[in-house]
């Protein structure tokens, strides 16, 4: 029998104590059953204190079910043994190493703080699984349930991602919202934790891009088994000219402007700021709301359509022109090229902060800054969340016009003019046991 079989294995220890009368003891019950024993034999034997300190530790680390308080002073109590035990294997160094080896692997092994441990704590029945696992705060022990193979088979494992992702969608899409792709557009950039958990590098860099390439965000929602291979939806064509589209974003953008288009969320927001704070709000939307139209439409006419538009912006909103639109536009695309690699922050956020100190006396500080960040980030969120309701309502018009422009009727149902809407998620998957 192997040395560890004999200090960690459910054996007789010695001939007053089994590691088995204790195994099951809770920590209100072990420890005025500790105190006996050791107040009738103070120094104890080694293999005595081994019993006990393992049932400490696995209290502290293993149990569910147990009081922070409890946990920490099992904790503590298993830490006050060890100068005891390692004591009595003096002169026997490969007895030591072995004692040490079995500690370290019944703590490095512990299930404590991970996402099945809390699954367990809380008692999480199987269909809630998922609910349970993309809660935000669950994010970073997600990512490492995935990381280190915690997961089941990859067959199980793509299930439970692509049960997660929908989750996801289904219980954080902007209200009204339904597309599918626009949605994970918008939550990846505002760096939703729980998809960069889940979601591979190309798979983010899909989404984020899908204003600028829906056909490949599409595809990747096809291969994470989201949506069926067809989209749905009617024709694009006949092409708009860009001038009479770039008349109908320009309404969009007075109704931005004027805040006639804001929802409560966004109302509640704004009055907390101040009436320039509340300008620059609305102004990065309107700069957001052009961004957006520009790249949509690249994305579905071409680039050399998505050219046409801004110049046709520039041509038509000739203060905004001199104003230092292009910069701004500009500005717009480097920070979801470049900006969105600082931890903690999406484009949307950087680029708010950024108008919100434009022109002020004073250079942000890092004090102002933090000052200032809470209010900057619900911010982001919310400009991301236009992302989504913007890029639906746009193409969803431009297929409406295009079958004007085709003469057929219009008074069709909504999804005639949408695509990739969401259905009904199927029964989870679960990769957490």
């Not at 072990?30 to 400490?56: C, D, E, H, W, Y």
């Not at 008692?123 to 193979?149: M, V, W, Y």
């Not at 104003?323 to 900006?339: C, H, P, Q």
Request: hydrophobic share 40%; net charge negative.
């Amino acid at each position: 029998m192997g040395f560890l079989s004999a200090i960690f294995g459910k054996k007789r220890i010695d001939s007053e104590i089994r590691y088995e009368d204790i195994c099951d003891k809770p920590f209100t019950e072990l420890l005025p059953f500790m105190k006996a024993v050791l107040t009738k034999n103070p120094s104890g034997s080694a293999s005595v204190l081994i019993a006990f300190q393992r049932r400490l530790f696995e209290i502290a680390y293993w149990d569910f079910h147990v009081s922070d308080g409890h946990r920490a002073k099992a904790f503590e109590l298993a830490q006050s043994f060890t100068t005891g035990i390692e004591s009595a294997f003096a002169g026997n160094p490969d007895g030591l190493e072995s004692y040490r080896h079995a500690v370290s692997n019944l703590i490095q092994t512990s299930p404590y703080g991970t996402l099945y441990w809390l699954i367990e704590e809380n008692n999480i029945p199987s269909d809630q699984i998922c609910t349970f696992a993309i809660r935000p705060e669950n994010a970073p022990l997600l990512r490492k349930h995935l990381e280190d193979g915690s997961a089941a088979g990859s067959k199980v494992r793509k299930e439970f991602i692509r049960d997660m992702v929908r989750e996801v969608i289904l219980t954080r899409r902007p209200v009204g919202t339904k597309n599918a792709v626009l949605i994970l557009h918008g939550l990846v950039v505002g760096r939703d934790g729980t998809l960069e958990a889940i979601l591979e590098p190309e798979e983010i860099a899909a989404f984020r891009n899908a204003h600028r390439d829906y056909a490949k965000a599409r595809e990747t929602l096809g291969t994470l088994g989201i949506q069926p291979d067809d989209p749905g939806g009617l024709s694009f064509e006949p092409i708009p000219s860009p001038g009479s589209l770039a008349d109908l974003v320009i309404i969009d953008m007075k109704a931005v402007n004027e805040g006639t288009d804001e929802d409560a969320e966004l109302k509640a927001y704004l009055d907390g700021l101040s009436e320039e704070d509340k300008s620059n709000v609305r102004f990065t939307r309107s700069i957001l709301t052009l961004h957006l139209a520009i790249q949509q439409a690249g994305s579905v006419y071409g680039e050399a359509f998505g050219t046409l538009l801004r110049a046709a912006f520039l041509e038509k909103l000739p203060a905004m022109r001199d104003g230092g639109l292009e910069y701004l536009l500009k500005r717009f695309e480097l920070a979801e090229d470049i900006t969105y690699d600082k931890v903690g922050f999406s484009p949307d956020f950087i680029l708010l902060n950024e108008i919100f100190n434009i022109g002020k006396a004073e250079e942000q500080t890092e004090e102002s800054f933090e000052k200032e960040k809470e209010s900057t980030t619900k911010g982001g969120i919310i400009l991301s969340s236009y992302r989504t309701r913007f890029l639906e309502y746009f193409r969803y018009r431009l297929r409406f016009f295009a079958a004007m422009e085709r003469g057929e009727p219009t008074d069709r149902h909504p999804k005639d003019y949408a695509d990739d809407w969401l259905y009904k998620p199927s029964t989870h998957a679960s990769a957490i046991s």
